[in-house]
């Protein structure tokens, strides 16, 4: 994995490796998560809220996101509302990443259009097999465009 060097954001559709967006408040999970991602083939970005989670959406066109619920500015359900709105956006990949409880996080993610959900703590195993799940739709979908 690669930290996303954001001044050298490949032309749309030209990306060698998927981009994965990491968008959470708390400094140890996206600490855990880097470190997880690292044995991933893919760039990463990361973000600490959720206004910036849309804003570098908008700018960059990540394959997939990892998205928490609660955060500051706006939560992840707002975030994740708005990107699946969007038509041009819409093939973006998005994991709730919460600790809302697993029922909570059952019912109101695919509310909201994620393409699955995952309960804080979490396993790593089970989150591998949700992110190639996720990007094997996502990433193929936004290559072809």
């Not at 509302?81 to 409880?101: C, D, F």
Request: with cysteine.
């Amino acid at each position: 994995m690669n930290e996303k060097n954001l001044n050298q954001n490949p032309p749309e559709g030209k990306r060698e490796r998927p981009l994965i967006m990491v968008a959470d408040d708390d400094p140890e999970i996206r600490r855990l998560l880097r470190i997880f991602l690292d044995e991933l083939d893919c760039d990463l970005l990361v973000v600490t809220d959720g206004a910036e989670a849309l804003e570098s959406v908008l700018v960059h066109r990540p394959d997939l996101v990892l998205l928490d619920v609660m955060m500051p500015e706006l939560n992840g359900w707002q975030v994740c509302k708005y990107i699946k709105s969007k038509e041009e956006l819409a093939s973006t990949g998005i994991i709730m990443i919460t600790a809302i409880g697993p029922v909570n996080n059952e019912l109101t993610s695919p509310l909201f259009g994620a393409d699955d959900y995952l309960d804080k703590p979490f396993d790593f195993d089970e989150l591998e097999d949700k992110i190639k799940k996720v990007l094997a739709l996502s990433y193929s979908s936004s290559s072809e465009e």
